[in-house]
């Protein structure tokens, strides 16, 4: 690895990138340095040199962006990085998730892969270079990694495809697809859309995919150089009894068992009698899932391949939430409750690269008791649980209201109750129906359906809908879709195979829409649209739009007149400007508080028009005449001769300071003077 050598690759939003190795971290069984403009990563991989005892590959990814590398110092007291971010722990994910498959399936030694950010500017976008790098590393190792892998990113806008964008150019996209493979098929999907049609996705994917083919060409020529000798792993040899433990796990997969709890107490009682022999049920299992589905045409719990599990729905679950939804398919239940907060409730990202704030949120938890296992509460959320929580947010984000339509700040809670396969989706489902108890005007419902595949040794398929735990783990992949009626909105995708072909996964979504629109049959019959009103206990908001030349009028100088009015009504308000329109949002604890606000805002906003009456407050009083407040900020002179029909000769005894008083607007001067009259109002009455 010590040998220094050089190369440098075209990657559409990026340019020419510079890839180098034998020059740092010399020590590592792999190390790249990838070079894009001011972005500088260095990818390593240590491995194990003695194998586990574990059935899985024991391979841990983390992608580390530091302060430094844009030439800032931390936040907080210790001024040093803490944990890994929200952002860079799901940046890990995506690329552990295409690396995966890649590697020898005998293999089992510890693998640790660290991505570093050395440079970058404020902006920047190395996320797509990271998998790339980390690859690089991976494949110029003695690691025996089957074949070089990269990740591109997809967005359309104004129905072209643009290839690892800029966050600027992502903002107004109808589509963000990362796609992650190798030279022969995809190997990871994830993404969110604005409702988009399965054949949009499949171009999309098959259009990075052809990008992934040059980078991978890239990757075995510049590893070509290195003279690299693989480790060699032998085939692990089958243990005693396989045959018969395998013959009786198969009798029970064929009884057709819905609760996995029963299927599991049945298995333990097989294992248990052999206690000595080292049986890899994993290996087992999937090999009966894969024989039962292609020679007998069976599901171990008794479905067709495209049936979905029995599914309630339930909303108003819980008496003071402001939203909430029981969501109940087979065995899989998300309790989710909808919590509603003002514009201070946002939940602001301070990363490296980027700061931004968000006003929607799912949070994901999966409990122990969910599967019958005990965990303790007192953990660090995993990045299972914040992968899920991140692929729900993105299914669900699509259909809210715009922001200038939404006063709320909204946080989503899915609690997994009861689990056997595809609780991200029932979270979907959960989550969209609490929305809609919640009030929140939601596009259109949405629904999510996780879909399983299995690959025969003639390359044969089957593709099961709605899959359940054991399916998960024993089949070929895992392609979660959630979307509306017309179309998709969030997708996720894994594989276990070396690849995955595209006219698959066209068959896979094809069948996956028609599973999506029967779940969502199942929820509007429990809820078919959002609530008119929120809930006795939510807070109360509305959006006023204001003519752009009332925002200052609004704010006041210095902030002076929102401030009063957010101190006399106690409602928090939100002034700003989009699309050349003004906005307020107005959030109030109760319905009399955001009443009470919109009343001062509409008083201001409202021009003053001639002849009209109003309940003017004194200002101040002068031997001429009295300065009234007839509008908040909007001040008239009500002269001496029209304050009454009697001839008053001293002002100051009759008016004070303070005193309410009905007045007629009789004249209106330039610079935004005003003729104010009370006179006018007693000939009224004596009329």
Known sequence: MSEFHSQSVYIPGYGDVKVSTGKLARNADGAILVEAGNIVLLATVVFAKKSTTTDFLPL?????????????IPMGFSKREGKLTDREILISRLVDRTLRPMFDKNFNNDVHVCINLLSANFNSVPDFLVCFAASLAVYSSKLPFLAPVANICVTKTNNEFIFNPDYISNKNSSLFLTVGGNKNGILMLEGNMDELKNSEIIEAAELAQKEIVKLCEF???????????????EK??????????????????????????????????????YPDDDICIDSIKRKVVHELAFENGKRIDGRAFDEIRNIEC???????????????????QSLASVTLGS??????????????????????????FATAEMKSLERKISRRELGHGGLACKALKAVLPRDEDNPFTIRLVSDILESDGSSSMATVCAGCLALMDAGIQIKSPVAGIAMGGMIGKDHSYIVLSDISGDEDACGDLDLKVAGTKEGVTALQLDVKVDFLDIDLLRKILEQAEKGRLQI?????????????????????????????????AIIG?????????????????????????????????????????????????????LNEIYDGVVQSVLNYGAFVEFLPGKVGLLRT????IVKIEDLPSVLKVGDMISVMLIEILPDNKYGLSHKVLINKDNL
């Open 557 to 609: 100088p210095n902030g002076k007149m929102i401030q009063n009015i957010q101190r006399s009504t106690g409602a928090i308000l939100n002034v700003f400007e989009k699309d050349n329109r003004g906005f307020v949002k107005i959030f109030g604890y109760n319905n009399k508080i955001m009443q009470a606000a919109e009343g001062e805002i509409n008083a201001i906003i409202n021009q003053p028009m």
């Open 314 to 332: 339930e909303v108003d679950s819980l008496p003071c939430s402001h939203g909430s939804a029981l969501f109940t398919r087979g065995r899989t």
């Open 60 to 72: 841990l990814v983390e992608y580390r962006e530091k302060f430094c590398a844009i030439g800032k």
């Open 236 to 273: 692990k040899d089958e243990v005693r009894n396989f045959e018969i433990v395998e013959n009786k796990i198969k009798a029970v997969f064929s009884e057709g068992i819905k609760n996995k709890l029963v299927r599991d107490e049945k298995i333990n009682e097989i294992l248990e009698q």
């Open 219 to 233: 990757q075995e020529d510049f590893v070509s150089h290195l003279n690299i000798e693989r480790i060699q792993i």
């Open 641 to 644: 001769n029209d304050v009454d």
């Open 520 to 552: 969502l049959g199942k929820m509007t019959n429990c809820i078919s649209q959002p609530r008119e009103n929120t809930k006795e206990f939510a807070p109360s908001c509305k959006v006023l739009t204001v003519s752009k030349n009332m925002v200052g």
């Open 343 to 368: 514009k201070l409730d946002e939940f602001h990202s301070d990363s490296v690269l980027m700061n931004k704030s968000e006003n929607f949120v799912v949070h994901y938890n999966f409990y122990g």
